[in-house]
């Protein structure tokens, strides 16, 4: 099983970008990612995938248009880039293997255990 550490998160204004990156413990290979996101006093819930097979993505229609996620597997990262971030965006993100058919469904990252995931906190 990949076990996963994500980094890249800080503070950040609304409006403004981070990049998050997670990086695996072996090759990627065909797995697909995702990304997650637990906001403060709230569950995780999927906000981005990125097939292994083809590479084709998915995202939360909360997220659709601002973030982008990636993968260079040479490195064994997935990437994701947040832009124009609201307050809403705030909370700890983490990366796990998923099924991308499945992300916004209770229980999509349930692949693995979770790695210790990056703060993501938005201060006007």
């Known amino acids: 099983q990949l076990q996963f550490v994500e980094s890249g998160g800080g503070s950040v204004q609304p409006g403004g970008s981070l990049r998050l990156s997670c990086v695996a413990n072996g090759f990627l290979d065909d797995n697909s990612v995702g990304w997650f996101q637990q906001p403060p006093g709230k569950e995780r819930e999927g906000v981005s995938c990125?097939?292994?097979?083809?590479?084709?993505?998915e995202y939360a229609d909360s997220v659709k248009g601002r973030f982008t996620i990636s993968r260079d597997n040479a490195q064994k990262t997935v990437f994701l880039q947040l832009n124009n971030v609201r307050a809403e965006d705030a909370g700890d993100y983490y990366c796990?293997?998923?099924?991308?058919?499945?992300?916004?469904?209770?229980?999509?990252?349930?692949?693995?255990?979770w790695g210790p995931g990056t703060q993501v906190t938005i201060s006007s």
């Open positions: 990125i097939r292994g097979s083809n590479d084709d993505t």
């Open positions: 796990q293997i998923v099924s991308c058919s499945r992300l916004f469904e209770p229980g999509a990252g349930r692949f693995g255990d």
